[in-house]
């Protein structure tokens, strides 16, 4: 069974930055995508941002595009994700999945448990 870790969250002021990981412990061949999305209390998930092990260019919701950056590091099997000019709408628990491409929750077969970053005003 794949497992995903996250890690990286924290209480950060608006206009911070923080950097969210997240580890696979293996990557299968159904994991061709690495997205990350969020759920803020009281709110549907949302895509926040996904990049392909294999190459291609990432994208990002509109929310975050121009602030967030989502990487990958193939040999260690991590994804991160780069958050700059944070405000408090980016306050959620934020999640990493790995599956098919696209933006739609249904597309991604695993998930971590989450990590929450909470942005103060």
């Known amino acids: 069974q794949v497992q995903l870790v996250e890690s990286g969250g924290g209480l950060v002021q608006a206009g911070g930055s923080l950097r969210l990981s997240c580890a696979a412990s293996?990557?299968?061949?159904?994991?061709?995508?690495m997205a990350w999305f969020r759920q803020a209390a009281g709110k549907e998930r949302e895509f926040v941002a996904a990049i392909s092990w294999v190459g291609g260019t990432p994208y990002y919701g509109d929310s975050v595009k121009g602030r967030f950056n989502i990487s990958r590091d193939n040999a260690k099997n991590t994804v991160s994700l780069q958050m700059n000019s944070l405000n408090p709408e980016d306050t959620a628990v934020y999640y990493c999945?790995?599956?098919?491409?696209?933006?739609?929750?249904?597309?991604?077969?695993?998930w971590g448990q989450g990590t929450q970053v909470t942005v103060s005003s």
């Open positions: 999945a790995a599956g098919r491409w696209g933006s739609a929750e249904a597309a991604y077969s695993y």
């Open positions: 293996e990557r299968t061949r159904s994991m061709y995508t």
